[in-house]
């Protein structure tokens, strides 16, 4: 589609970026982690620019979207996973705090206290939630979030892939449902 010189392809970045604005809308991303979400769409539609082959019948902006979306499905998946999860509120103790630093320090002890408050509060409506729904949903439910990809819960529970993602979306569902409900 593109001749593969970099002018070209900024050019097709930059005219098929809405797509990526279109799919990063259709996420909650935190706001500290939008321009990489970003930078990932913009991956996902490089990848697309370069394996489109215009005689297959599919349309780009179908084929381009579909890359964008895994590509940013796959970050936000990566940044949810605990390995990331330990340094996000981590600093030195050994280090010199100026008045400045002490300062963000103390900011960052409120955020601190505010994320222990609400994962409290999620994980009390998440196990009112599990209270309710059946040892299969249970279980896949219980290792997406620690990182298992759609086709190991496939493969691990022996069902199809597309009941794997009906499981997920009516327990996010039913926790969506009872974290409003409070």
Known sequence: MYCGDEKSINQ????????IKIILSKYNI?????DDALQEGRLGLLKAINAFKQNKGANFTSFASLCIDR???S?????GRKKNKIHQYSYSIDSYHTEVEISKLSNRQNNIENYIFSKMHYE???????KQINHLEKH???HYLTGYSVKELSDEY????????VIIAKVKKKIEQKLNQL
């Open 124 to 130: 009390n409506v998440y196990q009112r939630v599990f």
């Open 12 to 19: 097709a970045i930059i005219q098929y970026e809405y797509i």
């Open 140 to 142: 896949v439910y219980s």
């Open 30 to 34: 935190l706001s500290k982690d939008y």
């Open 158 to 165: 022996k069902i199809p892939k597309k009941q794997v993602y």
């Open 71 to 73: 590509q940013i499905l």
């Open 75 to 79: 970050f936000l998946r990566n940044q």
